[in-house]
Every structure is written in C-alpha cells, then in structure tokens.
C-alpha cells in the first residue's frame, strides 16, 4: 500500500503562485508515475499533470500548460507541482495519484492506483 500526502495548498491573489508537494510512504515511489488531478466544486476531477517514473517526460492539460510545472526527486518520495501566474479558475481541491507497473493511462483518472486526500488551492480576484 501507498499513501500520498499532500501539502502546499492555501489562499493567494490572482497571478500569484503556489507549489504543492506530494511526499509518498514507499521507498518504490521511483517506479511509480505519478499525477496530479483537481476537482472544483460541481466538477469532475480532471487531469492537470504527470510526471514518469524517470522524470524525463511530462504531461500537462492545456488549461495549465506553460503556468504549471511538475517534477520530482525520487530520493526524497516527492513529488511537486509548482503553480505560477494562478487563475480563480484554478480553484479546486488538488489531488497526487500513483500509478504503478504496468501503467495505465497517465491521462485518465483510472489510470491511477492510489490516490491522496487533497488539498484546497483557492486564487482571489
């Protein structure tokens, strides 16, 4: 079993910036791909960013692409999620997902073997 926790979240301005972090319990978090999804009030959950087991390749959802970026440090279970010049749009709870071999898909919720219980990112106009 895997448990993610997330942090980071909280209030900011409009055109302010955030970075959440997900810290995983396993030390085979390198193996892992993981993701990051948000699900606003009223919404479904929807794909913002993915990251490969290698952190060589990445994956963005076009409504963030080129304000959002996402890594890790497989040395530290980590992963990050760095949100720059935020949207209220971009209010939502904010949650990591790890999807383990043999990966499913890293665009689709159900790609994803476990899940963290979010945390709330709300931007102010």
């Known amino acids: 079993q895997v448990q993610l926790v997330e942090s980071g979240g909280g209030l900011v301005q409009a055109g302010g910036s955030l970075r959440l972090s997900c810290a995983a319990s396993?030390?085979?978090?390198?193996?892992?791909?993981m993701g990051w999804f948000r699900q606003a009030p009223g919404k479904e959950r929807e794909f913002i960013a993915a990251i490969k087991w290698s952190g060589d390749t990445t994956y963005y959802a076009d409504s963030v692409k080129g304000r959002f970026t996402i890594s890790r440090d497989n040395a530290q279970n980590t992963v990050y999620l760095q949100m720059n010049s935020l949207k209220p749009e971009d209010t939502a709870v904010y949650y990591c997902?790890?999807?383990?071999?043999?990966?499913?898909?890293?665009?689709?919720?159900?790609?994803?073997?476990?899940w963290g219980q979010g945390t709330q990112v709300t931007v102010s106009s």
């Open positions: 997902a790890a999807d383990r071999p043999p990966y499913g898909s890293i665009w689709s919720r159900t790609g994803y073997d476990y």
């Open positions: 396993r030390r085979i978090f390198s193996s892992y791909a």
